[in-house]
């Protein structure tokens, strides 16, 4: 049976979509348990939703090894962070989330801590030195420029994660079917491919909202016309895009010149964050949008696709 959470890779074989990264990983684990030595503090780059928190999980359950997973959003001063230090036993691998939101003192403190294996904290009113078990960092962020270069530096393992083609994405949607028991062909599996936009996270929230209407109009099995019916109930197009993306994409079409950014927020109700953060860089990177000096345009890729889904 499905559940909400959908499927997390749990080993490297796992990691469907993504070949140099396993081979790497491969390697890297076996040197490291051959030298019996901690895996090298590790560094994993990618857009939103792309799996770098299952890499690090994957990475953690090959080495056999304790996981604590923290989100440097949430950790804003020096005695939280002295904490996790403090808390760490020998070859535990710590998983640090949007590393580069923590600020510039923080990541001076965690790259000492990286390279040196101490610690400097107050005990009884007293800063005090301590030497800390020997862990794996394994860091995730997806503004690369927004880490300070000594701290980067500190990372032997860089690992970037490339983006998902069509095949590898129907590989995880099958693969995902296959984890919870879930009935699916392969024209299915292709087309919810196609709407993910590359990214596994949508695979497993889109193959658990297209159950539910395969469980409710067709026993559980998800046919091509379950998928059709379900995308077009939940307002995405086999694109990928969702109502927003489509009406900012027809609006920009309608207009023979190009719009500036405070129009197009004005004019279709829309925050202006949201547009540029959102909205903007998946039709950018699908060339179905351009930006000019001028303001924003349509291409004929983009025009095309409105055509087609009026």
């Keep these: 049976m499905a559940n909400e959470y959908g499927f997390r890779p749990k080993t490297i074989a796992d990691l469907n979509g993504q070949p140099k990264i396993q081979k790497m990983l491969k390697v890297y684990i076996k040197a490291a348990e051959i030298k019996g030595e901690s895996f090298p503090h ?13 890499t690090a999980m994957v990475i953690a359950n090959e080495l056999g090894r304790p996981y604590k997973a ?8 020096v005695k939280t962070i002295q904490q996790i230090l403090i808390d760490i036993k020998e070859n535990d691998v710590i998983y640090l989330d949007e590393i580069h939101r923590l600020n510039k003192k923080l990541q001076e403190m965690l790259y000492f801590a990286m390279e040196q294996f101490q610690a400097d904290v107050e005990m009884d009113g007293k800063a005090v030195r301590i030497g800390i078990p020997h862990f794996t960092l394994i860091a995730s962020t997806n503004l690369y420029g927004g880490l300070n270069d000594a701290l980067l530096n500190r990372f032997p393992i860089q690992l970037k994660l490339a983006a998902y083609n069509d095949d590898s994405m129907t590989t995880i949607v099958k693969t995902i079917c296959k984890s919870k028991g879930i009935k699916i062909d392969n024209e ?25 209407f395969a469980l409710v109009m067709n026993n559980g099995i998800i046919t091509p016309d379950i998928v059709v019916d379900g995308f077009d109930i939940m307002g995405i197009n086999k694109y990928g895009l969702n109502q927003d ?66």
Excluded: H, W
């Design 42 to 54: 590790t560094i994993v780059t990618g857009p939103s939703g792309c799996g770098k928190s299952t």
């Design 70 to 77: 923290f989100a440097a959003p949430a950790i804003n001063d």
């Design 188 to 212: 299915s599996a292709s087309m919810i491919a196609a709407t993910t936009r590359g990214v596994p996270r949508n695979a497993n929230s889109y193959v658990a909202r297209i159950y539910d």
């Design 245 to 310: 993306d489509m009406d900012y994409l027809r609006f920009l079409a309608s207009n023979t010149k190009a719009v500036g950014i405070d129009t197009c927020a004005l004019t279709l109700g829309m925050d202006k964050d949201t547009i540029i953060t959102k909205i903007e860089p998946y039709l950018l990177k699908k060339k179905y949008i351009q930006k000019q000096p001028r303001g924003r345009v349509a291409t004929g890729l983009g025009r095309k696709i409105c055509e087609e889904t009026n």
